[in-house]
């Protein structure tokens, strides 16, 4: 699945390749910085904390977040309860 902001640095290299516009150019046409171009995008961190989060869930309808926070705490994850809730809502 493709980002935004993957899909917005890849209108911005086929803007300054098929139309010769410079970087800064391209990038305000676009509207993104030339740093977010730049910089490659970071590995999402909690990608396996949303997956056992999703399935805990899913097996359990009825838990809510606290609930599945202490289960998840009990599994071993290191995480606090605002980050917790904030993938919940998430998902």
Known sequence: MATAGGVKR???ADMIAEH???QRR???LIGITRRGFR???VEDRDREL???LR???EQRRRWGCPMLYRV???EGFAVNHKRVERLYREE
Do not use: N
Request: proline content about 5%.
């Open 10 to 12: 890849q209108m911005v």
């Open 55 to 57: 399935a805990l869930a």
């Open 50 to 52: 949303r997956q056992r």
């Open 20 to 22: 010769c516009l410079s």
């Open 72 to 74: 998840i705490r009990r």
């Open 26 to 28: 391209a990038c305000g």
């Open 39 to 41: 910089r490659a995008p």
